[in-house]
């Protein structure tokens, strides 16, 4: 009793005809065929927009640190 047969989808295909007419459903499916498209540009947009793969910690520089003595920074290199 639950399912339809195709008896049934040829009379609700007919009153749809009927009631839109060809030219509408036609329309219809070219605005659904837009929409799809428009869609996927924008999904397909969204994906280039991604940033990279984040840097690895090594590359990252490396803040100064406090020497337990005095509580300044630590200066290296000079």
Do not use: C, N, Q, Y
């Amino acid at each position: 009793m639950g399912s339809f047969s195709i008896g049934h989808w040829v009379v609700v295909l007919a009153v749809v005809m009927i009631l839109f007419g060809r030219g509408k459903v036609s329309e219809l499916m070219g605005d659904v065929a837009k929409g799809l498209k428009s869609f996927k540009k924008g999904m397909a947009e969204e994906d280039d927009a991604r940033p990279g793969p984040p840097r690895p910690l090594a590359s990252l520089p490396a803040p100064p640190r406090d020497t337990p003595e005095t509580g300044t920074p630590e200066r290296t290199g000079a």
